[in-house]
């Protein structure tokens, strides 16, 4: 069982950046699928990006072009690189491991997540 330890979140101004940590404990970091997702008051879980064990990266149409997700496998660690942030991108964020697709629902633990206000 994986354990999931975010953080790296904050309060920003909108265009300004920030730079989200996920360390997952337990073994077989480098097969797993990492998703970030994020979850704003009133609002389902959504997903916002993932990374295969191959590299190979996906985003919410949303977030293209802003944000970048990446793997360190020696350090079991996923990133989240989020540029020019907008209101919008407020809420709190989770990442999660797993095999195949990036659904939230499937995911029954969670970590504690670490939030992110971008307010004026």
């Known amino acids: 069982q994986v354990q999931l330890v975010e953080s790296g979140g904050g309060k920003v101004q909108p265009g300004e950046s920030l730079r989200l940590s996920c360390e997952v404990s337990g073994s077989f970091f480098s097969i797993y699928h990492m998703g970030w997702y994020r979850q704003a008051p009133g609002q389902q879980r959504e997903f916002v990006a993932g990374?295969?064990?191959?590299?190979?990266?996906t985003y919410v149409d949303s977030v293209k072009g802003r944000f970048t997700i990446s793997r360190e496998n020696a350090k079991s660690t996923v990133y989240l690189q989020m540029n020019n942030l907008k209101p919008e991108d407020t809420a709190v964020y989770y990442c999660?491991?797993?095999?195949?697709?990036?659904?939230?629902?499937?995911?029954?633990?969670w970590g504690q997540g670490t939030q992110v206000t971008v307010s004026s």
């Open positions: 999660n491991a797993g095999l195949g697709d990036y659904d939230p629902r499937k995911y029954v633990q």
């Open positions: 990374i295969g064990s191959e590299g190979d990266t």
